[in-house]
């Protein structure tokens, strides 16, 4: 969703960031994101996460991805 939002595939985020805005422990996102650095989907280095198939990305997720995208799309094109 952070990709959604800026204009690249690098995004400024830590793992401690990660773990308070998913409600997990640091571990587990460090655990997370080697999973995908291993099958070619991120690159990480200290505070930067690099998203290298979104596609494949997207299709790891659970279909909250979707879901979400559109609920945002349909806020931000409303009009009263």
Known sequence: MSRDRISGDTLNLTH?????????????VSIAATQLRQVGLIDYR???????????LEERS???SASVRAQFDQLLSYSP
């Open 16 to 28: 401690e960031f990660l773990a308070t805005k998913l409600g997990t422990r640091r571990a587990a």
């Open 46 to 56: 200290r505070g930067v996460i690099t998203i290298l198939d979104r596609a494949a």
């Open 62 to 64: 659970c279909g909250c």
